[in-house]
């Protein structure tokens, strides 16, 4: 089975700290993304990544950021957190070559920011 | 580019009673379409997904869901709802290729079932 793993459950953080969503995964996916859930608004995409070292925006990117160093993990980064991104935020990935076609999803890293 | 509507934010059924939940989309490709179904404090589960077979799909827990190009919709539906299925479920479309970009979720539809 995929194993989608996310580095915390929980977070608690303050306004204008860096943080860093941990996120691996187990089935060599080339094709790994960041959502957030929000009641009422569902997920929405935040960022993407190809392949290592590649990313693209999604709906949302203002006020993240993405690495990929190596294929297996992809991490999402706020650059100065605010308030208005507390939320759940959940890791997906995806295999490009086959016709399986589905996302894997994380257990989802639900953040507070104070 | 994509969108997806869920006509209702919640549903309330009696147990042992036809379930519905409604989803319309928008697309300028031949989408793929899935059901997402998360319990609460659960991981998000697929329930089924659309890929441009055959258009009625059946999925797990004795859900389906009929894609209607014409309707432009990919409804939910189930004969005989269970107290476990309780539940929030998302109708969601592939931004493109299949998933590749990846998928645009509708807003969710809370499921209630009544004893």
């Known amino acids: 089975d995929v194993k989608v793993t996310q580095s915390s459950r929980y977070l608690v953080k303050r306004t204008g700290e860096k943080v860093f969503l941990e996120c691996v995964q187990d089935m060599d996916h080339e094709n790994m993304f960041w959502y957030r859930q929000d009641p009422g608004l569902g997920l929405r995409l935040i960022y993407f990544s190809y392949d290592v070292k590649m990313k693209e925006k999604g709906d949302i990117p203002e006020g993240y950021s993405v690495s990929r160093e190596k294929k297996e993990r992809f991490s999402l980064i706020l650059e100065s957190a605010s308030t208005n991104q507390t939320s759940m935020y959940l890791c997906?990935?995806?295999?490009?070559?086959?016709?399986?076609?589905?996302?894997?999803f994380g257990p989802g890293t639900r953040l507070t920011v104070l | 580019a994509q969108s997806v509507t869920q006509l209702d934010s919640h549903v309330s059924v009696s147990e042992g009673t036809p379930v519905l939940l409604r989803c319309n989309y928008s697309s300028s490709y031949s989408p793929s379409l899935f059901w997402y179904v998360q319990h609460p404090n659960k991981g998000l589960q697929l329930l089924l997904k659309y890929t441009s077979a055959a258009t009625l799909v059946k999925g797990i827990n004795g859900f389906e869901a009929e894609f209607k190009k014409s309707e432009t919709s990919f409804h939910l539906t189930k004969p005989s709802a269970h107290m476990s299925d309780a539940a929030e479920y998302f109708c969601?479309?592939?931004?493109?290729?299949?998933?590749?970009?990846?998928?645009?979720f509708g807003k969710g539809t809370h499921l209630i079932i009544q004893p």
């Open positions: 969601v479309v592939s931004r493109a290729g299949g998933g590749a970009d990846g998928l645009t």
């Open positions: 997906a990935s995806w295999e490009a070559r086959s016709s399986y076609n589905e996302q894997f």
